[in-house]
DNA sequence: GGTAAACTGGATAGTCAAATCCAGTTTTGG
DNA sequence: CCAAAACTGGATTTGACTATCCAGTTTACC
């Protein structure tokens, strides 16, 4: 009798039941993103969504599927958290905005945590096929939106031809990553402003001479 | 009587004593590098390293302080087995050796494992602030094996006065680690190599003209 | 108003890992 | 040779976590 809690089970749920699940995935990957999966137990989730141990195994056919849910949410967060950015990262200020805005938000974080889907990446990518699959696709997602506002950026000829968009939104993508993780280690947004201004002066050198 | 296995309690170590002591560390990271921290136990370690039980603590204090061990190792490891690239990082086509070995370690992993260092940053960094420092540390000392080689281009003229070494090596290792996160994501090296490449290139812009 | 879902709260089983301890054996280095 | 270190192999304690189950209560919705 378990709903599928996931699945195309089709068990009617309430708003309140959605609510309440939502609240169980957020407090979930608010824990997560602290301490990481491993170090976060189902009775800490109980306890910081502040519902009974039952809901969380109602809801969730186990601690697995849970952590799929708070990959999805945290994709769908970055998405909508950075939609008025990214739906505009079509021109060097609002790259240069873009930029502002996440070394702002490390700053404000003392560093600490990285990229909710980066920390996530890196401790279930080899022991959790369908955790792995749901990174990569919300890395997709997110690199897509960069790579947009690029070929805006192209199709208004303020970049020349020879720009690829695609290959220009992935190297992006790393140096964010890779600026986000060594600021975690360092506690310090050098890497992380180097790697986007130096990836922002390279689409640079695409733009048309002034 | 326990011997502090790591400070400065000055025990005396026999040459074997040692051996077995980095058969330890080398079977504890090679498991941490496939199942991170967590999905390591210590009695996988024992198995792994064909030691018994007690010599795990006979040489580290707790699993913590393997831990740090092996943080040490992998730095060491990655240090020593890019030295003669990172020796001769000076030069374009130094530079592309580089990039182009370190795709191709990752195609051979099949993107597996991401970096051996990046793993262990999201996983340790929040709540292990010794493992943090360490970390940041061999971080620190790649990049500078990096930036040591842009300075002697710089030197020797082929970079013009306006790169930036130290900038430019972090914004190469951002890149390096994003690549390498997104690879283990993505099962693809797609994102290192464009990240990789577009660093290369920014760097290119600084040289002086043909 | 009544059915189904939402929910409480705690008991519970089973598993596994961290770390300590011990009694005895082998190896080594001076 | 002999003392210290290295090592075996397993027993053991302690604790935490996953997951299930249940008996009863509250809330939502047609």
Redesign the pocket.
Known sequence: ???AAEGAGA???????????ERIVAAAAQLMFERGV?G??????RDAA??????????F????A?TRAVIEFQTARILTGQRVLLSRLDSFAALRDWRDAIVQIEHDLDCRGGCPLGSLTSELAEHDPAARTALAEGFTLWTDAIRDGLQDMLDRGVLRDDADPHRLSLATMAALQGGLLLAQAQRSTAALEAGLDAMIERIAFHAVAL
């Open positions: 009798m378990t709903p068990t009617k749920r309430t708003t309140r039941g959605l609510v309440t699940r491993a976060t137990s189902t009775p800490d989730v502040g519902v009974s141990s039952s809901q969380i195994y109602h809801y056919a186990d601690k697995s849970l």
